[in-house]
C-alpha cells in the first residue's frame, strides 16, 4: 500500500513538474556570456561584467548587481519588458531601491 502511494505521488509531482515547465519560459543563469542589453532590466544602471548573466527567452540578460540577477530570475515577465528592444535604454518604472537604502542608513 505505502510502496503504491509512493509511485502514485512521484508521478503526480512528475506531471505537475513538465506541466510547469511548459507553462513558462526557460531561465537559466550563465557566468560568462555577453549581455545583448546595456542597462540592467531592474533599475537602468549601467550592466557590469563581473556579474553572472541570465539567459531568458533567447536573450542573454546583464546586470548591474548579482542581488538583481537573483530578483530578475524570480520574475522575469515583470522586468525583461523594463528595456528598449534593443536594450540599450531603460524604459520601465525605476524600484526606488538605491535611494532607500541610502535613506536608511543616513536616519
Known amino acids: 500500500m505505502l510502496k ?3 509511485i502514485i505521488l512521484s508521478m503526480i509531482v512528475f506531471i505537475a513538474s513538465i506541466a510547469m515547465a511548459q507553462d513558462k519560459p526557460e531561465v537559466k543563469q550563465k557566468q560568462e556570456s555577453t549581455a545583448w542589453n546595456k542597462v540592467c532590466p531592474i533599475d537602468g544602471m549601467p550592466i ?3 556579474v553572472a548573466t541570465v539567459e531568458y527567452n533567447n ?3 546583464g546586470f548591474c548587481s548579482n542581488e538583481h540577477a537573483v530578483q530578475f530570475k524570480q520574475d ?3 522586468y525583461a519588458g523594463n528595456l528598449s528592444d534593443d536594450g540599450a535604454k531603460f524604459i520601465g518604472e525605476k524600484e526606488m531601491q538605491h535611494e532607500q537604502q541610502g ?3 543616513q536616519g
Open 103 to 105: 535613506k536608511e542608513g
Open 48 to 50: 557590469s561584467s563581473k
Open 4 to 6: 503504491q502511494l509512493a
Open 59 to 61: 536573450h542573454v540578460y
Open 76 to 78: 522575469p515577465e515583470k
